[in-house]
């Protein structure tokens, strides 16, 4: 059974930095394609970043330039390096598989606890 425990988020004042973590046990990260995710109160659960195994990563509009992610296939964490932070940033954050990477070890509708990232102005 997987275990995924996402750290590092925090308050922050808009511009500032933070760096998230995915650490998993149970589910090798570089064998598929990984995402950050986020659900700000009131919306949808939304993609925010992938990595895929080449290392090739997509961000959608509003964070490019200003987060990036990235693994550390030795210690099987994920990162969100997020900088320049906004208000509208704010939002629970979690990782998990892209959609067709979900296997018999992480299934698809397993989410960790996710952690929080507050920004204000």
């Known amino acids: 059974q997987v275990q995924v425990v996402e750290s590092g988020g925090g308050s922050v004042q808009a511009g500032g930095s933070l760096k998230l973590s995915c650490a998993v046990s149970?589910?090798?990260?570089?064998?598929?394609?990984m995402g950050w995710y986020r659900q700000a109160p009131g919306k949808e659960r939304e993609l925010v970043s992938v990595?895929?195994?080449?290392?090739?990563?997509v961000y959608i509009d509003s964070v490019k330039g200003r987060f990036t992610i990235s693994l550390d296939n030795a210690k099987n964490i994920l990162y969100l390096q997020m900088d320049s932070l906004k208000t509208v940033d704010t939002a629970l954050y979690y990782c998990?598989?892209?959609?067709?990477?979900?296997?018999?070890?992480?299934?698809?509708?397993?989410w960790g606890q996710g952690t929080q990232v507050t920004v204000s102005s």
């Open positions: 990595i895929d195994v080449d290392d090739r990563t």
């Open positions: 149970g589910y090798n990260l570089s064998s598929c394609g």
């Open positions: 998990a598989p892209l959609r067709d990477c979900y296997s018999d070890s992480w299934r698809s509708g397993y």
